[in-house]
């Protein structure tokens, strides 16, 4: 089947002989690549580890010694962070290229470990007593150092993770889709304030050229944040103040949309449109709301429909004018 | 049938056929634009993000538009009627049959949107219309019409399914109107359906005739061994069976017959799947181990819950460390390495997210906003969720 495609393209001239051959010679040797598979073997194993290993500790927490506990802890914490140092490639402000994914995975058990260590110690001796702000910053703290020592992507996610958990909030993906926890003021401006850390944090990152493949894990939770807490401010507070968040999400928007362009990027424009649509039809509905009268219904649904209408030409517009820059 | 223009969509999978190629670097760019002048289409197919968007925002505008309709209609009784439902279908239907003749959309997320609104409506009026909802075996076949129509008319892949599982459904439903010998014979009759849907589909894999629905294909492979090995898995078996039976079992005839099948059927398609070097059996047969383990756990306790996990999870890490390293030089046909590197999604950092969601909120000690201490919610990524 694909061979004669290039039978075809070579017989219409569109391809020469060299590559006809090179291309066929590929295809008879095709080598088939087991990466994913091992790769999600390796995750399912490390998951179950560690999962094993709270389980574990959890049920027999009052029968086992605390020490045995926290030596066996600590041994496979030491034993994979001396395997990572041994197999990293040396530090450097760069993207280092690991093609050796195990030594990732591992990374990842020793980290999952020591957080079980760190939590062992506050549950059973409360080492950092009643600091809890301690408790939660030195874990992000050691996270935030291994994301960089070792330039592991999914453990700087974690770290961000924990810079929230630190400031009192919770920001896996999940968390944030489905969240209806949004009904009080320090929540909302711990929300944006932790959005503009992580986006002052994108911008250092490409500003000083250090480790400049992280700023999208920084920026697209910084942009969620940004998005998800200036609209959750705007529909807290009533008709008159909530136009002031309408306006400061108006900038954000109109930043992240020149920044969505300038970096060719379709995810964060999509985000924008899409938050936007949500912000303006917000404004329209409460809008709506004042007139009394029934056939605010019908004004209602005409909105929702011309609006479509709008943001669907809006979208294919600027997927063209992104497409053409 | 195919609504879409055959030289267009034959242009466009050569495209990407070859781009697979171009990707690995075995075309020079000089060709790779002769091509692409040669082969073109006009086609309005934009990437994932835009078609997600696109695709929310039909389904606001044809709800509201329905609603604005109904609403307007509302007072002369029209609506009451079990047609009405039947005209929004064919409404939506033919604002899709538009989109895509008129404004050639090719899985833009609208002619997505409206493919499943309709297809949904459909059915709903057909419900509405005969009161058949506690008929399933009409339902289902009716379902299976609609399904069968649009996958062929939209080359849906996604359609396609729904396709499958309705008329699996049927053969389910009508097998039971068999009475006793129906329900004792069910799980050979799936079997025999699901095995027969394969070797049909793999045979006609490479004919021409199907060359626009290769995406079908390939989803349709996985759901009849899905379906395949499910039918005699000894879970589904006795439990479905008691379900039909209005019993409780113990144990069902056959059982060892059963658990042969559970235990041995993701090793056949695994070891298949390397042998013919095919990623959906391999991948299936992969999946389906951790599914066979699961049901040998719900009815044998072989070993502490926490010790299961510690055993597996040491071999699972244990056997991709080996194989990673074995694989690292290409063997017998064989690779560890990734072989295309180009991935759209790759702009999402997929992995990093994964990892996030499903470690990083389970460090955190008792924080200050949490309950008192001893929630017993620290250490042990994942431990908490979901066992």
């Given at each position: 089947?694909?061979?004669?495609?290039?039978?075809?393209?070579?017989?219409?001239?569109?391809?020469?002989?060299?590559?006809?051959?090179?291309?066929?010679?590929?295809?008879?040797?095709?080598?088939?690549?087991?990466?994913?598979?091992?790769?999600?073997i390796?995750?399912?194993?490390?998951?179950?580890?560690?999962?094993?290993?709270?389980?574990?500790?959890?049920?027999?927490?009052?029968?086992?010694?605390?020490?045995?506990?926290?030596?066996?802890?600590?041994?496979?914490?030491?034993?994979?962070?001396?395997?990572?140092?041994?197999?990293?490639?040396?530090?450097?402000?760069?993207?280092?290229?690991?093609?050796?994914?195990?030594?990732?995975?591992?990374?990842?058990?020793?980290?999952?470990?020591?957080?079980?260590?760190?939590?062992?110690?506050?549950?059973?001796?409360?080492v950092?007593?009643?600091?809890?702000?301690?408790a939660?910053?030195?874990?992000?703290?050691?996270?935030?150092?291994?994301?960089?020592?070792f330039?592991?992507?999914?453990?700087?996610?974690?770290?961000?993770?924990?810079?929230?958990?630190?400031?009192?909030?919770?920001?896996?993906?999940k968390?944030?889709?489905?969240?209806?926890?949004?009904?009080?003021?320090?929540?909302i401006?711990?929300?944006?304030?932790?959005?503009?850390?992580?986006?002052?944090?994108?911008?250092?990152?490409?500003?000083?050229?250090?480790?400049?493949?992280?700023?999208?894990?920084y920026?697209?939770?910084?942009?969620?944040?940004?998005?998800?807490?200036?609209?959750?401010?705007y529909?807290?507070?009533?008709?008159g103040?909530?136009?002031?968040?309408?306006?400061?999400?108006?900038?954000?928007?109109?930043?992240?949309?020149?920044?969505?362009?300038?970096?060719?990027?379709?995810?964060?424009?999509?985000?924008?449109?899409?938050?936007?649509?949500?912000?303006?039809?917000g404004?329209?509905?409460?809008?709506?709301?004042?007139?009394?009268?029934?056939?605010?219904?019908?004004?209602?649904?005409?909105?929702?429909?011309?609006?479509?209408i709008?943001?669907?030409?809006?979208?294919?517009?600027?997927?063209?004018?992104?497409?053409?820059? | 049938?195919?609504?879409?223009?055959?030289?267009?969509?034959?242009?466009?999978?050569?495209?990407?056929?070859?781009?697979?190629?171009?990707?690995?670097?075995?075309?020079?760019?000089?060709?790779?634009?002769?091509?692409?002048?040669?082969?073109?289409?006009?086609?309005?197919?934009?990437?994932?993000?835009?078609?997600?968007?696109?695709?929310?925002?039909?389904?606001?505008?044809?709800?509201?538009?329905?609603?604005?309709?109904?609403?307007?209609?509302?007072?002369?009784?029209?609506?009451?009627?079990?047609?009405?439902?039947?005209?929004?279908?064919?409404?939506?239907?033919?604002?899709?049959?538009?989109?895509?003749?008129?404004?050639?959309?090719?899985?833009?997320?609208?002619?997505?949107a409206?493919?499943?609104?309709?297809?949904?409506?459909?059915?709903?009026?057909?419900?509405?219309?005969?009161?058949?909802?506690?008929?399933?075996?009409?339902?289902?076949?009716?379902?299976?019409?609609?399904?069968?129509?649009?996958?062929?008319?939209?080359?849906?892949?996604?359609?396609?399914?729904?396709?499958?599982?309705s008329i699996?459904?049927?053969?389910?439903?009508?097998?039971?109107?068999?009475?006793?010998?129906?329900?004792?014979?069910?799980p050979?009759?799936?079997?025999?359906f699901?095995?027969?849907?394969?070797?049909i589909?793999?045979?006609?894999?490479?004919?021409?005739?199907?060359?626009?629905?290769?995406?079908?294909?390939?989803?349709?492979?996985?759901?009849?061994?899905?379906?395949l090995?499910?039918?005699?898995?000894?879970?589904?078996?006795?439990?479905?069976?008691?379900?039909?039976?209005?019993?409780?079992?113990?144990?069902?005839?056959?059982?060892?017959?059963?658990?042969?099948?559970?235990?041995?059927?993701?090793?056949i398609?695994?070891f298949?799947?390397?042998?013919?070097k095919?990623?959906?059996?391999?991948?299936?047969?992969?999946?389906?181990?951790?599914?066979?383990a699961?049901?040998?756990?719900?009815?044998?306790?072989?070993?502490?819950?926490?010790?299961?996990?510690?055993?597996?999870?040491?071999?699972?890490?244990?056997?991709?460390?080996?194989?990673?390293?074995?694989?690292?030089?290409?063997?017998?046909?064989?690779?560890?390495?990734?072989?295309?590197?180009?991935?759209?999604?790759?702009?999402?950092?997929?992995?990093?997210?994964?990892?996030?969601?499903?470690?990083?909120?389970?460090?955190?000690?008792?924080?200050?906003?949490?309950?008192?201490?001893?929630?017993?919610?620290?250490?042990?990524?994942?431990?908490?969720?979901?066992?």
């Amino acid at each position: 089947m694909q061979n004669s495609i290039y039978d075809q393209l070579f017989g219409q001239g569109l391809i020469s002989e060299n590559t006809l051959k090179r291309v066929k010679q590929a295809h008879s040797t095709t080598l088939f690549s087991l990466h994913w598979e091992l790769k999600v073997i390796l995750y399912f194993g490390i998951m179950l580890l560690s999962a094993g290993l709270g389980i574990l500790i959890y049920k027999n927490i009052d029968s086992i010694s605390h020490q045995l506990v926290l030596t066996v802890i600590a041994a496979i914490c030491i034993g994979c962070f001396t395997w990572c140092n041994k197999h990293k490639k040396p530090f450097s402000y760069d993207k280092v290229q690991t093609h050796d994914s195990f030594t990732d995975y591992i990374l990842l058990l020793g980290t999952l470990s020591f957080l079980t260590f760190v939590g062992y110690l506050q549950y059973q001796f409360e080492v950092f007593g009643t600091h809890y702000g301690m408790a939660t910053f030195i874990p992000m703290m050691v996270l935030f150092f291994i994301a960089y020592y070792f330039d592991h992507l999914g453990i700087l996610t974690m770290a961000i993770a924990n810079l929230g958990i630190w400031m009192g909030i919770s920001v896996t993906p999940k968390h944030l889709l489905s969240n209806g926890t949004f009904n009080n003021e320090t929540v909302i401006y711990t929300y944006l304030i932790l959005g503009l850390i992580l986006m002052a944090a994108a911008y250092l990152t490409m500003y000083f050229h250090i480790k400049k493949h992280f700023f999208f894990s920084y920026y697209h939770y910084s942009v969620h944040l940004i998005y998800i807490s200036l609209l959750a401010g705007y529909f807290y507070y009533n008709y008159g103040v909530s136009l002031i968040w309408l306006a400061a999400f108006a900038l954000a928007a109109w930043y992240i949309y020149m920044d969505a362009m300038k970096r060719k990027s379709f995810y964060f424009l999509l985000l924008t449109v899409i938050y936007s649509y949500i912000a303006i039809s917000g404004f329209c509905i409460r809008t709506l709301m004042f007139i009394e009268d029934s056939g605010v219904l019908y004004i209602g649904f005409i909105y929702f429909i011309a609006s479509g209408i709008l943001f669907i030409n809006i979208l294919m517009n600027l997927n063209k004018k992104l497409k053409g820059l | 049938m195919i609504v879409y223009n055959r030289t267009w969509l034959a242009n466009l999978i050569l495209i990407d056929t070859v781009k697979k190629d171009y990707d690995q670097g075995l075309i020079p760019d000089d060709e790779w634009a002769a091509i692409r002048l040669n082969y073109t289409h006009q086609f309005y197919s934009p990437n994932i993000f835009i078609r997600a968007g696109l695709f929310l925002l039909t389904i606001v505008i044809s709800a509201f538009s329905s609603a604005l309709l109904t609403l307007f209609m509302a007072d002369s009784g029209i609506v009451e009627n079990s047609g009405w439902i039947l005209f929004l279908a064919i409404a939506n239907y033919i604002a899709l049959e538009v989109i895509v003749q008129q404004k050639f959309h090719f899985r833009s997320g609208v002619d997505d949107a409206l493919l499943w609104i309709s297809g949904s409506l459909f059915t709903f009026a057909f419900v509405t219309i005969t009161n058949a909802d506690q008929n399933y075996l009409a339902l289902s076949a009716f379902i299976f019409l609609v399904s069968a129509f649009l996958s062929l008319r939209f080359t849906d892949a996604l359609m396609a399914l729904v396709g499958y599982a309705s008329i699996l459904a049927v053969v389910f439903y009508s097998w039971q109107e068999l009475g006793t010998l129906g329900t004792s014979t069910m799980p050979f009759i799936i079997m025999l359906f699901s095995g027969v849907s394969y070797w049909i589909i793999r045979l006609n894999i490479n004919n021409p005739k199907t060359h626009f629905y290769a995406n079908s294909l390939d989803l349709l492979q996985i759901a009849s061994l899905l379906s395949l090995y499910a039918a005699g898995n000894y879970f589904a078996v006795k439990e479905l069976g008691d379900m039909l039976n209005g019993s409780v079992s113990k144990s069902v005839p056959l059982g060892w017959f059963f658990w042969l099948w559970t235990m041995g059927l993701p090793f056949i398609y695994i070891f298949s799947g390397l042998k013919q070097k095919n990623v959906i059996l391999l991948r299936m047969g992969l999946i389906l181990i951790g599914v066979a383990a699961l049901t040998y756990k719900h009815y044998y306790k072989l070993m502490s819950l926490e010790l299961t996990f510690i055993i597996c999870g040491t071999l699972a890490v244990a056997l991709s460390y080996f194989l990673i390293r074995y694989l690292k030089q290409p063997k017998h046909g064989f690779t560890y390495k990734e072989l295309s590197k180009v991935y759209l999604m790759d702009e999402l950092k997929v992995e990093s997210l994964v990892i996030s969601e499903s470690f990083a909120e389970t460090g955190a000690p008792p924080a200050e906003t949490g309950t008192a201490l001893g929630g017993g919610r620290f250490g042990g990524g994942g431990a908490a969720s979901g066992y």
